[in-house]
Each structure stands twice: as C-alpha cells, then as structure tokens.
C-alpha cells in the first residue's frame, strides 16, 4: 500500500498537531491532604553527667590490642602526639553499643582531674573488666596519674 505525499502530509500535520495539542495541556488533579512530619531531634543530650575514675593510656600493645594506633571507632592515633588528640577510652557500661550513655564521638567535659580538665572526645573503648572508668590518652613519657570522683558531662 502506497501513500501518497497529501496522506503523509497530513498523518504528520495531525501527528504534529497531537503532539503539540499534548504539551499544551495542563492536568490539574485535586489536591490530597498531607501530613506534615516534624524530624526528629537529633541533637545530643546535654548535661548527662557521671562520677567516674580517669587514668592514662598509651597507644601501646601491652595497654590496646594489637592494633594499637587504631581506636574502637576507627580513628588512627598518632603515637607522637597523643596527648594532643584530647581523646578518651571508656569503660563499656558507659557506652550505648553496651546500654550506657554516651556513644563514640561524643564530647564530654573532664572535672576534678586537675590539670586535666578540659573536654575530650570519646574514641575508645576499655576492656570489659574496667567500669565506671575512662583513660585519657597520652603521649608515652607521661607522668602516670589517676584521678577518683572525676565528674564527666556531656557537652
């Protein structure tokens, strides 16, 4: 079947025509209702506060696993500086992945450790045995110190 050059024309002119017809054409449907959910807050809580016992750590095998200058959350030490990271283990029942309070990153405030009050991240975490503590971090040659009824508030 042969078309002729009037039929194709106006296939294509109505083709043409379809296709504008159909991006001038603006659907409008009814509008549905929308509940609006409010995010959740996500932000930390302040003010949690504990009475702990601090000591000191180095980034060593006999005082970490064999992977000394990785901590539990994945951060790298630099065994040089380590007291500059202002960074803290803490015992398990401290933490949330253990059903305590505070989780890895979190930044709490160190009172009653003398010249080591300040804030610090907690990057680590302790052996099982230990609760209700947490070890500063140090630079190895750091005087060795303890410090009991050390309050740490979450900041």
């Not at 970490?64 to 960074?87: L, Q, R, V």
């Not at 979190?106 to 209700?132: E, H, P, Q, S, W």
């Amino acid at each position: 079947m042969k078309k002729n050059f009037k039929e194709v024309a106006i296939s294509s002119l109505i083709l043409f025509g379809c296709v504008y017809l159909l991006k001038t054409i603006t659907i409008t449907t009814p509008a549905k209702k929308v509940s609006i959910v409010k995010a959740k807050d996500h932000k930390k809580k302040h003010g949690d506060t504990i009475s702990v016992t601090a000591t000191m750590y180095n980034a060593v095998v006999g005082q970490c696993d064999n992977n000394p200058f990785e901590t539990a959350s994945g951060k790298i030490i630099n065994p040089k500086k380590a007291s500059e990271h202002k960074w803290i283990a803490m015992s398990r029942d401290l933490l949330k992945r253990w059903k305590g309070k505070f989780n890895y990153g979190d930044k709490v405030k160190l009172i009653g450790a003398k010249y080591k009050d300040g804030v610090y991240t907690i990057v680590d975490c302790m052996n099982k045995r230990f609760t209700k503590k947490i070890d500063i971090l140090e630079t190895i040659g750091t005087p060795l110190y303890k410090y009991n009824n050390v309050k740490i508030v979450r900041v």
